[in-house]
């Protein structure tokens, strides 16, 4: 089945590390997506992994995989104030997948509180 | 030019009206996207074209009618619609071979009265 769950709030201190778990059930999923949505505005990629590597950094961002137990996590270092928003999990199963579109399934997304 | 723009920003309208959301990308993206989002909720998808074809019909109830005059455009045409319709309507545009990365707009936020 397709299914991608999320715990629903992280709430942490300026400067410390965020982590964001996610577990997800397609193994067919080629990719593994993190989006991040601020107030008011719509989705915004940050980062994706293919599902044949483990981790993947770029700059503040870590992307942890481990596709045996089908879980993917966002670690976010020395965390902003700015990075305060909603953060969804996304895959994308071979199944809905097309050649010029597809059908992302979303997690709930976590809320990343982050206090001075 | 990497944006996906969306009109209107906000719209309000009463359940016997009809209006239309409009969203344009100038990236080449053939594949465009509406998805419908709660308030602290998953977008929800709703159609996908794919190169200026309906590929993906979620099940939409017939207020709700989408139309792609050509690769850049896409609207949504709404009619007759519930308040529960209430939300905000996100576009997005993907490149055929990359389908996970979407580039959204900042979405229309619909009221129905």
């Known amino acids: 089945g397709e299914d991608v769950e999320q715990s629903l709030f992280l709430s942490v201190r300026e400067g410390d590390s965020s982590v964001i778990n996610c577990t997800y059930t397609?193994?067919?999923?080629?990719?593994l997506y993190w989006y991040k949505q601020e107030p008011g505005a719509g989705l915004q990629l940050l980062t994706y992994?293919?599902?044949?590597?483990d981790m993947k950094q770029d700059q503040r961002l870590t992307v942890l995989l481990n596709k045996k137990d089908k879980h993917l996590s966002l670690r976010i270092a020395d965390t902003q104030t700015g990075d305060s928003a909603i953060y969804f999990c996304?895959?994308?199963?071979?199944?809905?997948?097309?050649?010029?579109?597809?059908?992302?399934?979303f997690g709930q997304g976590t809320t990343l509180q982050v206090k001075p | 030019d990497t944006e996906v723009t969306q009109t209107p920003k906000h719209l309000v309208m009463g359940m016997t009206n009809k209006k239309s959301l409009k969203c344009e990308q100038h990236?080449?993206?053939?594949?465009m996207y509406w998805y419908k989002q709660k308030a602290k909720k998953p977008p929800e998808l709703m159609f996908v074209?794919?190169?200026?074809?309906?590929?993906i019909n979620e099940s939409v109830p017939s207020r709700f009618s989408p139309e792609c005059p050509n690769s850049s455009l896409l609207n949504l045409h709404l009619h007759a619609l519930q308040p529960e319709d209430s939300a905000l309507y996100l576009c997005a545009s993907s490149h055929g071979r990359r389908t996970g990365e979407l580039f959204f707009g900042e979405g229309s936020r619909l009221t129905v009265l």
């Open positions: 397609d193994s067919s999923s080629t990719y």
């Open positions: 996304a895959e994308i199963p071979l199944t809905k997948m097309l050649y010029g579109g597809g059908k992302l399934i």
């Open positions: 074209y794919s190169y200026e074809k309906l590929s």
């Open positions: 992994i293919f599902s044949n590597m």
């Open positions: 990236m080449g993206h053939r594949a």
